[in-house]
């Protein structure tokens, strides 16, 4: 496929940066900042809840109900992202990519505001109203940031930018832990604003991102208009003459229009889709269950376990942060040199064997003096692993494994099984962790190596190719017939769907 005048090399313009800081600045840093945030103040907030209670009841509550009202705060936020998931598909074939982003700070800055007058109003209800919010914005920006910037990129940039979201994510986990210092907001009085700050990007957000350009394929394949996708591009390019570009898009247009709207349904029947579905959900389910917020869970015990003061512990937390942002910054660079399929391959790797020797280090914790050392070691080497590979990837990958018309659909389905998977791992841990205890890490390892033999196995490499060249090869895997496979697919489905 022969395109006719030669394509220029995509550059890093300074419109197509700023769309992609603030993107990802207004909605992937909250994700990360919410995430971690409500860990510091956890003693606080629980003493508020039985200090309301008290205050309504003349009672306090037991401690059963006390740590299920706590575990319903924290979990409430993934059970948000995962109501957030299913809200994709309508939102960015309704309003863009990026009008959803400007209506997701909505699900920001209302819990912002309630969560920062939670203690003043002495309700616990709305911090766990907020949980919900906040998680369906994260939920929502989790989903479509990687689809927008990874839409607006050329292709010698989309792995690189598609991971900076991911970036955010844990910038926005380490600047938590840094104001969640007790020196600092994990205070009797500074809570409400620690959970409160998650207002300001996205108050930032609905500032500045409308003078951005919305992404070109969305207006020309689903708006149709020629004259703002060809503005949008010029925009983003840096040059006037965006004939190439156009054109890529518009085979992409036409391989789909054949197609129509494919639903989460059709996408699940569509047989020249399977393997890239069956990767989302194996990447995906890996990528949360393969324990990385266990380790961020456990960290902290195995820390004071190794000697580390009570009151030092949170610097050692801010540190590990610290270690996750600086490898995802590599990530970032590294993405386009090694490609996808690399990356994912050595993060799960890292990740088997630090689970492995994390889990031997805990049970001869007490036997060997030097063990204990050896597990921080291993909580470091579990987090490079996982934020070179598993953490930033798999979102690139959805972007980039689907066409136009299923991308929305393929997203609903990554973050469903995101959100759920991290869900069911924060609510079901702690009891494993109980029942297992050093052992609990044995299950993660073995997802962890499972989901490497996947990759090895079926996934390919994507860098540097265009989504019509990478949707030809699932084609061939898929052992569909190359000319037209949509025929083949519109065949299953009732001519009602057609026009969609």
Request: charged content about 15%; proline content about 5%.
């Amino acid at each position: 496929m022969e395109q006719v005048p030669a394509k220029k090399e995509g550059r890093l313009t300074l419109v197509l940066g700023l769309a992609t800081l603030i993107a990802a600045f207004g909605s992937s840093f909250q994700y990360g900042y919410n995430v971690a945030a409500i860990n510091s103040p956890a003693q606080f907030m629980k003493t508020f809840y039985n200090k309301t209670y008290y205050e309504r009841n003349n009672g306090y509550m037991d401690e059963f109900a006390l740590t299920l009202l706590w575990s319903v705060s924290v979990s409430m936020f993934p059970f948000g992202g995962f109501v957030g998931s299913l809200m994709v598909g309508p939102l960015v074939n309704n309003f863009g990519r990026k009008g959803t982003l400007l209506f997701n700070n909505i699900f920001s800055i209302v819990p912002a505001v309630l969560m920062g007058c939670s203690k003043v109003a002495g309700s616990f209800e709305m911090i766990i109203l907020s949980r919900l919010l906040v998680g369906i914005c994260a939920g929502l920006s989790s989903n479509v940031v990687p689809m927008y910037l990874g839409e607006l990129a050329p292709k010698n940039l989309r792995g690189g930018l598609g991971v900076v979201p991911q970036l955010f994510i844990t910038i926005g986990i380490l600047v938590a832990q840094i104001f969640g210092l007790r020196s600092l907001l994990a205070s009797e009085e500074g809570w409400p604003i620690l959970l409160g700050v998650t207002g300001v990007p996205a108050a930032l957000q609905l500032l500045l991102l409308p003078f951005f350009p919305e992404s070109p394929r969305y207006l020309l394949i689903q708006k149709k208009d020629e004259v703002a996708a060809q503005t949008a591009l010029k925009r983003l390019c840096g040059w006037d003459d965006v004939g190439p570009e156009m054109e890529e898009i518009r085979q992409e247009d036409e391989a789909e229009r054949a197609v129509g709207f494919v639903s989460v349904l059709k996408l699940f029947r569509t047989r020249s889709l399977r393997w890239q579905v069956i990767s989302v959900i194996v990447l995906m389910g890996g990528q949360q269950l393969s324990g990385v917020n266990a380790i961020y869970y456990y960290a902290d015990q195995i820390y004071l376990s190794a000697g580390v003061k009570e009151n030092d512990v949170q610097y050692v937390t801010v540190g590990t942060g610290a270690v996750n942002v600086l490898m995802t910054v590599c990530a970032v660079f590294v993405v386009e040199l090694l490609g996808r399929r690399f990356l994912l391959l050595l993060g799960f790797s890292v990740c088997f064997t630090a689970c492995c020797v994390l889990t031997a280090a805990l049970a001869l914790q007490d036997t060997i003096s030097w063990m204990p050392y050896v597990s921080i070691a291993c909580i470091i080497a579990y987090v490079v692993g996982h934020a070179l590979g598993p953490s930033p990837v798999p979102a690139v990958l959805i972007t980039e494994t689907f066409l136009q018309s299923s991308r929305p659909a393929a997203f609903m389905v990554g973050g469903s099984v995101h959100w759920l998977s991290n869900f069911t791992v924060g609510l079901i841990f702690p009891f494993v962790q109980v029942g297992l205890g050093a052992y609990s890490f044995v299950i993660f390892g073995v997802i962890c190596l499972l989901t490497t033999i996947y990759t090895f196995l079926v996934v390919p490499e994507t860098k540097a190719k265009t989504f019509i060249e990478i949707n030809q090869i699932f084609t061939k895997m898929n052992k569909v017939s190359e000319v037209h496979p949509e025929k083949e697919e519109l065949e299953e489905f009732p001519p009602s769907t057609r026009g969609q």
